[in-house]
Every structure is written in structure tokens, then in C-alpha cells.
């Protein structure tokens, strides 16, 4: 079996918790590291849930490099309607370890990392605004990084509200997706620059892989850890009963997107996706952050479809493997 290496650069988060222990117990991924920025919440609290996320799994040993604080240009705006106070509600009886924190900067990291090495896939599950500071650095290490697989954007409209996003800056005129939108600058450093191959999982895709009380029902039977996840996501916030309310089949169905996992279940196991290069460009101006198809943008592998029971199978088997 071909191990694939990878950096994680995230904003945990209860979906970003979920990809973080799929990849943990995943038999062809090896964790190198975890880099945390300011998204979901604020850096110091994605910083304190990543440590938890490696205490529940007993991987203290991964090395987690904390980020920035804010987007390169505008305020950064939180999202505890969503994931709760603490960024990861639900988590809050998980052990805490501090664990292994560098005092090197996310941005040193991933251009010192990507200075000498190219074998070490990066997944980006939050704004980009790590990797961009990292570019600004050196922008010759795009051409060592062999992959970047990100969750964010919204190339076609999602389908619960029919828009291209799930914030709006403007009062509800507009709307792009919360990891484009946070930091728009950083996701044009990103695509603008010579990494060799972008995986793009859109809101468009994830939004259609949605946990609920079956799913929960069926993690809490695997034991230990699963009851773990599933008290997580089950906490769902009141944005999440806005979007998904009508898709509820009791006023306790925990229905939730689970965007994260979905772009790390690409990682373990492509096969599962279907696939489409597209040029893309991103918005600075009028919508912020919106995803735009483009003849003269940047090519980007844009994942279109997901089999959803290969996803669910992947997860509880993944979840399953952590003892």
C-alpha cells in the first residue's frame, strides 16, 4: 500500500475535527503535521482545539504550528453560531494535553517544509491565509508541493438555498463560501501560484453529505470513539437548523453538514469522486471570495460529485481504526 504523506492546515472546528481523525486513522495517510490559522474561530482557540483533537486520537507526538491571526486585508469574522464558543462545542470533556507546539510560525513551517521537500501533499480545510504568507516568503516552494487539496469556494450553486455560498458581507445580496470569503487574497496567492496540481471540494459538494441522527446513531455503535465524535457533531448550532431544518426528520435530528471530512475522504480515497478541470478566478471586488469560472483563470481539479455510502464507509472505518 502507497503511504501518502500530508500537512493539514486548518481551523478546528468540528468538521475539520472529523477530517483530522479520518486522516489519523487512515491506513495510507501519515500525518506529518498540523498548522492552525484564525477561521472558525480565533487562532488561540483552533490552536487549543487542534491539541485536543490529537489527545482524543493519543497523537501528541504530531507537531501543530500555529498561524495567523487574521486575513491578509480585511477583519476576520467568526462563526460561533456555528461551532459554538469554543470553536468545536461538544468537545469540551476530551482531554487536553498541550502537545507538541512549535514556536516556529505556521508560514515558517510550510516554507522551510516545502523549501527541501516535494513528497508532502498539503490539505488547506480553512482560509488560505497560512499557505499565502508562506508564498509571499518563497514562492519557489509552489513547485514542491506535489498536491493541495482544499475545501472551501463554491463553483456551482449549492443546493439547500440555490446560492454560490452560505456568508454575505452585504446583507444578503450576495454570497460566496466562509473559507474564500474570510480571506480572498490569500486564495488568489494561492491559485495564482505554480503548485502543481489543486483539488478544489466546493460547498456545492459538500453540502450534500449531511450527518444525521441515522448517521449518529450508527457512529455511537463503534464504540469509545465514536460516541466521542458523534456527541460533537451532534451539537448543532442555530445556523445549521436554518439551513438544514427542513431536512430534519424530529426537532432532535442533529442534521449538519460535515464539510471537511468530505475533502479528506478526496485524500484516502479519489476513486470515490468525480473530477473536472476548470479555470477558475476569485472575486476581490464586488462579491468577495466568490468562485468564478473563468476562460483566463487558473485550471483547478474541481470535484463535481461524491458517492456518498463510499464516504460513510470510509469514515466509520477510519474512526474505527483509532483504538
Not at 500537512?7 to 472529523?18: K, R
Amino acid at each position: 500500500m502507497s503511504i501518502k504523506e500530508i500537512v493539514i492546515d486548518c481551523d478546528p472546528g468540528q468538521d475539520d475535527a472529523l477530517a483530522i481523525l479520518m486522516a489519523l486513522g487512515a491506513e495510507n495517510i501519515k500525518v506529518k503535521a498540523l498548522s492552525v490559522v484564525a477561521g472558525n474561530v480565533g487562532v488561540d482557540k483552533t490552536l487549543q482545539n487542534a491539541c485536543k483533537i490529537l489527545s482524543l486520537a493519543k497523537r501528541e507526538d504530531i507537531p501543530i504550528y500555529k498561524g495567523a491571526t487574521k486575513p491578509l486585508k480585511q477583519k476576520h469574522v467568526t462563526l460561533e453560531d456555528v461551532f459554538g464558543y469554543s470553536g468545536m462545542d461538544g468537545t469540551s470533556y476530551w482531554p487536553c494535553l498541550k502537545g507538541n507546539i512549535s514556536s516556529v510560525s505556521a508560514s515558517d513551517f510550510l516554507s522551510d517544509l516545502y523549501s527541501s521537500q516535494s513528497n508532502i501533499h498539503l490539505c488547506a480545510l480553512a482560509p488560505q491565509t497560512n499557505i499565502a504568507h508562506a508564498l509571499k516568503r518563497n514562492s519557489l516552494i509552489a513547485t514542491n508541493i506535489p498536491s493541495l487539496t482544499i475545501m472551501g469556494g463554491c463553483v456551482f450553486k449549492e443546493h439547500i438555498h440555490n446560492r454560490f455560498g452560505n456568508i454575505s458581507y452585504d446583507g444578503g445580496k450576495t454570497y460566496a463560501e466562509y473559507n474564500f470569503a474570510t480571506d480572498p487574497e490569500a486564495v488568489h496567492q494561492v491559485l495564482s501560484s505554480k503548485i502543481k496540481q489543486i483539488n478544489l471540494i466546493g460547498l456545492d459538494v459538500t453540502r450534500k453529505i449531511l450527518y444525521n441522527g441515522e448517521i449518529d446513531k450508527k457512529l455511537r455503535s463503534i464504540g469509545w470513539m465514536g460516541i466521542s465524535v458523534a456527541d460533537m457533531l451532534a451539537t448543532v448550532g442555530p445556523e445549521d437548523v436554518l439551513d438544514y431544518g427542513a431536512l430534519r426528520k424530529n426537532k432532535n435530528d442533529p442534521v449538519r453538514a460535515i464539510h471537511d471530512a468530505v475533502a479528506m475522504a478526496y485524500l484516502i480515497e479519489p476513486s470515490i469522486f468525480v473530477q473536472e478541470k476548470i479555470p477558475l478566478k476569485i472575486d476581490l471586488t464586488n462579491t468577495r471570495g466568490k468562485t468564478l469560472i473563468d476562460d483566463e483563470g487558473f485550471l483547478v481539479n474541481v470535484i463535481r460529485k461524491v458517492n456518498e455510502k463510499s464516504f460513510f464507509d470510509i469514515m466509520f472505518q477510519t474512526l474505527k481504526n483509532l483504538k
